[in-house]
Structure formats: structure tokens, C-alpha cells
T-cell receptor, first 113, second 112 residues
Framework: DTAVSQTPKYLVTQMGNDKSIKCEQNLGHDTMYWYKQDSKKFLKIMFSYNNKELIINETVPNRFSPKSPDKAHLNLHINSLELGDSAVYFC????????????FGPGTRLTVT | DAKTTQPPSMDCAEGRAANLPCNHSTISGNEYVYWYRQIHSQGPQYIIHGLKNNETNEMASLIITEDRKSSTLILPHATLRDTAVYYCIVRPLGNYGQNFVFGPGTRLSVLP
């Protein structure tokens, strides 16, 4: 069984469009995250959600918005896509009190043309 | 910015131990050392973490110096599937306000 899953795996879209990436975890974790890995391979955290509350919001443009319909899902919505948004986006989850090790999804490769 | 320093790349012969160093000279007393790895085109994978005592699990061993300013991740018998980028991260346990800050890591190549 897949612990953390993301859809789609690949996403190609044009500048100015609005898109969403979905993430689901079946580990029963209470915290979920979104990371961005750019072309230089640096992995940077964007958001984390704990019990439906936003815990961390890094210096991310407000075109990006995380939405969590329930504890098992954290979707990433991106408005007015720009060329610089092209990257691989990873979802992750963790559980407080267990060492905080994060489990990552397989990633979504977003290409903005 | 990452609070750790790692060599950009290392090679290891298959079947031999891979010893990956990490410097974290500014580590605070409440910060743990975490190790993750990222195999090509996959999401990062948790390996191990520790505070001050040496730790071992089914994947690796973590050796932390007494002054906690550096650590070494040991893969006892490296295989070709261990080829990956290895990240050393320091952060407090249980503080969601502290990010996992991934630096450039060490690219380990296990050679046949």
C-alpha cells in the first residue's frame, strides 16, 4: 500500500493557468507538508498543516495555497502559474511524538510553458 | 540556510561500508541530527535520527561526536541501490515551526 501518494505525477501547463496537485496519506499522521525542489535540486519546505491548521508558511507567493479537506489530505493549489514555478513538488507527512520522521510522496513534476 | 556542511560527493565500493560525514558546529542542545536520502527521481526517505547517543537501525548507524559538532552516517554494507543523495539535517524535535532545511547533501555513488 502506498503510504503517501500524489496526483498527478506529471503536469504540463501554460503560464497563467490555475492548477492543483493532490496528496493523500494513509499513515494516520497528524501533520502534512509541501516541498518544492527546483532545478538546482534544493528541497525547500513551503507549507505544513497540523490538525487542519497552517503551522508554517514560508516566503511563498500567495498564488500558492494549501487546502486540507481532512487530516489525510493536503492539496496544493497554484494560481496564475509562472515559468519559475516549474519544479518537482513533494508532499510529506509525519506524526508528532514518533521522532517526527517525514514520509515523502513520489513527487509531481510541474512544467510551466 | 542549512546548518550543516557535507562533502558534495563520495564514492564507495559495493559491499564496503560507506561513511558519510556531516559537520554541524552550531547545533543547539535541543536539536536532533536527522539523515534522509533521495534516490534519483524519488521522494526523500528517512534513514535515522539521534540526539547525542549513537543510534542503529536496519538501514544504518549514526555516530555523533561527544561535542555533537559532527556526525557520521554509516551504511555497513553498501549496495548499488544505496546510490543516492544523502542529507544531514539538524532541527528540534516536535517543533513544527522549525523547518526541515535540506542542504545540497552528499551524492554517494556505490561502485560495482
Amino acid at each position: 500500500d502506498t503510504a503517501v501518494s500524489q496526483t498527478p505525477k506529471y503536469l504540463v501547463t501554460q503560464m497563467g493557468n490555475d492548477k492543483s496537485i493532490k496528496c493523500e496519506q494513509n499513515l494516520g499522521h497528524d501533520t502534512m507538508y509541501w516541498y518544492k525542489q527546483d532545478s538546482k535540486k534544493f528541497l525547500k519546505i513551503m507549507f505544513s498543516y497540523n490538525n487542519k491548521e497552517l503551522i508554517i508558511n514560508e516566503t511563498v507567493p500567495n498564488r500558492f495555497s494549501p487546502k486540507s479537506p481532512d487530516k489525510a489530505h493536503l492539496n496544493l493549489h497554484i494560481n496564475s502559474l509562472e515559468l519559475g514555478d516549474s519544479a518537482v513538488y513533494f508532499c510529506a507527512s509525519s506524526q508528532a511524538g514518533t521522532g517526527d520522521e517525514q514520509y515523502f510522496g513520489p513527487g509531481t513534476r510541474l512544467t510551466v510553458t | 540556510d542549512a546548518k550543516t556542511t557535507q562533502p558534495p560527493s563520495m564514492d564507495c565500493a559495493e559491499g564496503r561500508a560507506a561513511n558519510l560525514p556531516c559537520n554541524h558546529s552550531t547545533i543547539s542542545g535541543n536539536e536532533y541530527v536527522y539523515w534522509y536520502r533521495q534516490i534519483h527521481s524519488q521522494g526523500p526517505q528517512y534513514i535515522i535520527h539521534g540526539l547525542k547517543n549513537n543510534e542503529t537501525n536496519e538501514m544504518a548507524s549514526l555516530i555523533i561526536t561527544e561535542d555533537r559538532k559532527s556526525s557520521t552516517l554509516i551504511l555497513p554494507h553498501a549496495t548499488l541501490r544505496d546510490t543516492a543523495v544523502y542529507y544531514c539535517i539538524v532541527r528540534p524535535l516536535g517543533n513544527y515551526g522549525q523547518n526541515f532545511v535540506f542542504g545540497p547533501g552528499t551524492r554517494l555513488s556505490v561502485l560495482p
